[in-house]
């Protein structure tokens, strides 16, 4: 059976449908509450951050990537067009040939349409272009606010935009109790767990639409009634169904929908539907997110197109320098622990991995989460976002009381984060405080072709990176993870040490000092070595193989000069005095150093007897040892047998200023490769006494709560 689309009937009832919204928006003024009673103002004055914090460009920036969003958008409706009309056959019914295009191309009209948002000003790209690899397109807000503004400007959330290639591979969150740890999920957070939907890259896409801080509908059901006027209607209908609108809108729906949320107080559901009316609704915003998933798992966003997929089917050499960087990446550098790449892992300097490739088509990481202490960055808006809006909408009323917990603060449902939807979840919150997604790593440099790097002095195309955005560079956080706890010291963003100079030989200390990674942190690697992880971590940005989709679209400026090493440092802002953190954000104050309880159980460990100092140690290979020692930061290291098991394993430090009461204890999680022969674990202990002698012994367990058994003998240091 051939389906004709009705595109003459539908889109004149579609343009009918929006003159009559247009005309209804025209008469409608937006009154809110602000700090004087009776006045009015316009959300574009929403403006409480100080002096830095919103780059100069901000405004011209903005409309920029709206220009550019209209040439996508323009350029996906005549893909759309160019569609054969689509045959509907087989049980289940399919659409036979046209299928596949046509939901991916529904996906891009969605992704790329800015009336999906209260004021018409912003889509889903304005935070995700493809030049970017689909994160954050404006140069001046990866440098400065970190989070991109939503429809109320100035309106910002608290994290960097994540980019969208390859999320569409990350599973449903699982808590794997064997293993002792959470895998998949989507958000930094992973708070789009694909628990309803089953696809977490799904649930992704349903965030921001109704994310006050975001593009900002203040009901789901907004979504549906302005797809419901969209030009591509028919092309949803044609995917979904032509029932799928069938929607009795209350009156004062569009009223409603042109406010951003927030207007609304407590109330999620502002637009008052009948049952059988908000289930249709959510209907619809379901097929919106399985839309937006397919064309994000579509080649023209996920298409292994990079230099290292050619490299893995024989059809292209690494250069001397990105051949060094894989093995680096795979050995020194440990990268492969958590972004993995399908092959083996941990060599050692005169090892090269001779096996078979086992996946060619890797992502690039574990799927789980991980926390590597990166400092806070006072540069992000939200901490500044303590005053009432228009609509007397308060974004963050903790000010920087806030601490980002990530996916802690997800399983406590917590502030800023999403409900948990599993409460067996809860109980493992404080094991994975401060620990965010490991995104894969691929396309994370790709930029625009008129600018060929991330890396000053360029020309260059500014990005950030991790959560926070706190690194401006590749080069930097390469750095980190080489020397983290070699340049640690006791200060925030803003405030290292004369003679030093931050991100160079100064690192502050963690926002969260719990379950802080210590596979990474000293690693030894020379300068040299971390250009040569940058210049591999290059061969992993698509379009090598083929030109990306759409990366032609940037018509912005390149940046030039500088150097790669301090890269944005002088938009440093220094950090306040930090008050405690919130009690509605941590429950009780954050422990100063690692946390003191299992990271499996979330119980207090139990005190084993130590082995006497004639006990044999038939695991210990290397150590104890002392690898740093100051009074904000002690580094115990000891190398072990590999014990196999869980991938993350967490070594244990007992100590005190007594040999026969060891009362402190320290946990530090690292992660382990079944591959490498031997592991080297890294306990941090913080908060010690100057002029003080500790006594200590060391043990280590898989997250599972296995002991492995292997105890060092009690061994001491003393603080000068």
């Known amino acids: 059976m051939v389906v004709k689309r009705p595109s003459f009937i539908v889109l004149s009832q579609s343009a009918i449908a929006i003159v009559v919204l247009l005309v209804f928006f025209k008469q409608i003024s937006v009154r809110g509450q602000s700090h004087k009673a009776g006045s009015i103002r316009r959300i574009s004055d929403y403006s409480p951050y100080p002096k830095g914090i919103l780059p100069s460009n901000l405004n011209s920036e903005v409309d920029r990537v709206l220009r550019e969003i209209d040439t996508i958008e323009g350029r996906a409706l005549a893909r759309w067009h160019a569609l054969p009309p689509p045959?509907?056959?087989?049980?289940?019914?399919?659409?036979?040939?046209?299928?596949?295009?046509?939901?991916?191309?529904?996906?891009?009209?969605?992704?790329?349409?800015?009336?999906?948002?209260?004021?018409?000003?912003?889509?889903?790209?304005?935070?995700?272009?493809?030049?970017?690899?689909?994160?954050?397109?404006?140069?001046?807000?990866?440098?400065?606010?970190?989070?991109?503004?939503?429809?109320?400007?100035?309106?910002?959330?608290?994290?960097?935009?994540?980019?969208?290639?390859?999320?569409?591979?990350?599973?449903?969150?699982?808590?794997?109790?064997?293993?002792?740890?959470?895998?998949?999920?989507?958000?930094?957070?992973?708070?789009?767990?694909?628990?309803?939907?089953?696809?977490?890259?799904?649930?992704?896409?349903?965030?921001?639409?109704?994310?006050?801080?975001?593009?900002?509908?203040?009901?789901?059901?907004?979504?549906?009634?302005?797809?419901?006027?969209?030009?591509?209607?028919?092309?949803?209908?044609?995917?979904?169904?032509?029932?799928?609108?069938?929607?009795?809108?209350?009156?004062?729906?569009?009223?409603?929908?042109?406010?951003?949320?927030?207007?609304?107080?407590?109330?999620?559901?502002?637009?008052?539907?009948?049952?059988e009316d908000r289930t249709r609704a959510t209907e619809v915003y379901d097929h919106w997110a399985q839309s937006i998933d397919s064309y994000e798992q579509s080649v023209q966003v996920s298409p292994f197109s990079s230099k290292f997929d050619a490299f893995t089917a024989g059809k292209y050499k690494f250069t001397p320098d990105e051949m060094a960087g894989y093995i680096l990446f795979n050995g020194k550098g440990n990268c492969n622990s958590c972004h993995l790449d399908g092959r083996g892992t941990a060599l050692k300097p005169d090892q090269t991995d001779t096996s078979s490739t086992a996946?060619?088509?890797?992502?690039?990481?574990?799927?789980?989460?991980?926390?590597?202490?990166?400092?806070?960055?006072?540069?992000?808006?939200?901490?500044?976002?303590?005053?009432?809006?228009?609509?007397?909408?308060?974004?963050?009323?903790?000010?920087?009381?806030?601490?980002?917990?990530?996916?802690?603060?997800?399983?406590?449902?917590?502030?800023?984060?999403?409900?948990?939807?599993?409460?067996?979840?809860k109980q493992y919150a404080s094991t994975v405080d401060g620990q965010f997604q490991v995104s894969s790593l691929r396309d994370v440099a790709l930029t625009p072709s008129q600018c060929p790097t991330t890396e000053a002095p360029g020309p260059y195309f500014q990005k950030e990176f991790s959560h926070n955005g706190y690194f401006k560079s590749l080069k930097q956080i390469v750095h980190f993870y080489n020397t983290r706890d070699k340049y640690a010291y006791p200060v925030t963003s803003g405030h290292c040490p004369a003679g030093t100079t931050e991100k160079v030989n100064c690192w502050p200390m963690a926002e969260v000092a719990s379950n802080i990674d210590m596979t990474t942190g000293n690693l030894g690697l020379t300068g040299k070595e971390e250009d040569q992880i940058l210049a591999f971590l290059k061969t992993l940005s698509d379009g090598f193989i083929k030109p990306y989709s759409n990366v032609d679209t940037f018509t912005g400026v390149c940046m030039r000069g500088g150097s790669a090493v301090t890269q944005g440092n002088e938009n440093l802002i220094p950090t306040p005095p930090l008050p405690p953190c919130a009690s509605a954000i941590c429950g009780v104050a954050l422990l100063p150093g690692p946390k003191q309880i299992s990271a499996a159980t979330g119980k207090a460990l139990a005190q084993p007897t130590s082995p006497t100092s004639s006990a044999p140690r038939p695991g210990i290979v290397e150590g104890p040892e002392v690898e740093v020692a100051a009074s904000y930061l002690t580094v115990i290291r000891w190398r072990i047998n590999n014990p196999g098991g869980s991938p993350v394993h967490y070594g244990?430090?007992?100590?005190?200023?007594?040999?026969?009461?060891?009362?402190?204890?320290?946990?530090?999680?690292?992660?382990?490769?079944?591959?490498?022969?031997?592991?080297?674990?890294?306990?941090?202990?913080?908060?010690?006494?100057?002029?003080?002698?500790?006594?200590?012994?060391?043990?280590?367990?898989?997250?599972?709560?296995?002991?492995?058994?292997?105890?060092?003998?009690?061994?001491?240091?003393?603080?000068?």
């Not at 990350?170 to 999920?185: C, D, I, K, R, Y």
């Not at 939907?197 to 109704?210: F, I, T, W």
């Not at 926390?371 to 009323?397: H, I, K, R």
């Not at 002029?691 to 000068?720: H, N, W």
């Open 87 to 275: 045959i509907l056959t087989g049980q289940p019914p399919v659409l036979q040939n046209t299928g596949t295009e046509a939901i991916e191309t529904l996906g891009e009209l969605m992704l790329f349409d800015k009336n999906i948002s209260p004021q018409k000003n912003e889509a889903c790209a304005s935070c995700h272009m493809p030049y970017a690899g689909f994160s954050g397109p404006i140069p001046s807000v990866n440098l400065t606010m970190i989070a991109y503004p939503g429809t109320a400007h100035f309106r910002a959330g608290k994290r960097t935009a994540q980019r969208h290639p390859y999320a569409p591979f990350f599973p449903v969150l699982q808590f794997n109790q064997e293993q002792g740890l959470f895998f998949g999920g989507n958000f930094w957070d992973l708070r789009a767990s694909g628990y309803r939907l089953r696809v977490p890259d799904a649930e992704q896409a349903q965030g921001p639409p109704v994310d006050p801080l975001e593009m900002g509908f203040p009901d789901t059901a907004c979504v549906a009634l302005r797809l419901s006027a969209a030009g591509y209607r028919p092309l949803f209908e044609e995917v979904w169904g032509k029932g799928a609108f069938d929607i009795k809108f209350p009156r004062d729906a569009a009223r409603i929908c042109a406010t951003p949320g927030g207007a609304f107080g407590a109330d999620t559901t502002p637009v008052k539907l009948s049952p």
């Open 359 to 425: 996946q060619v088509n890797p992502l690039f990481t574990c799927f789980g989460s991980a926390n590597e202490g990166v400092p806070l960055n006072s540069s992000d808006a939200f901490y500044y976002e303590t005053e009432p809006d228009a609509y007397g909408f308060t974004p963050n009323p903790y000010g920087f009381g806030y601490r980002d917990l990530g996916v802690g603060a997800f399983l406590r449902s917590g502030f800023a984060s999403g409900p948990n939807p599993n409460e067996s979840w």
């Open 652 to 720: 244990i430090v007992r100590y005190g200023t007594r040999s026969d009461r060891l009362t402190e204890m320290a946990e530090s999680p690292i992660r382990l490769d079944p591959t490498h022969r031997t592991v080297l674990f890294r306990v941090r202990l913080t908060n010690l006494k100057e002029k003080v002698t500790y006594y200590f012994e060391a043990d280590s367990m898989g997250a599972d709560g296995k002991p492995d058994g292997e105890f060092t003998q009690i061994e001491k240091f003393a603080l000068r």
